[in-house]
């Protein structure tokens, strides 16, 4: 609210300039950073070790508008 107050713009343009940037379109769930959390201290990944694992629906770092 307060980015959107200082730049004048409505917190659903903020939003919109955000999630252009993002190629699904939208933020990541709480849950499905805990799904990556909860896979990661699974049995599944035991073979996994030492990566960096991005749950960020492949988001660019800084957005465009």
């Not at 709480?30 to 960096?52: C, Q, V, Y």
């Amino acid at each position: 609210a307060a980015e959107a107050k200082a730049a004048g713009r409505s917190q659903e343009a903020i939003r919109a300039a955000y999630t252009k940037g993002v190629s699904l379109r939208r933020f990541v769930e709480p849950e499905e950073i805990a799904d990556t959390a909860l896979f990661l201290a699974s049995p599944a990944a035991k073979m996994i070790s030492g990566e960096a694992i991005a749950v960020d629906g492949h988001a660019e770092l800084y957005p465009s508008e």
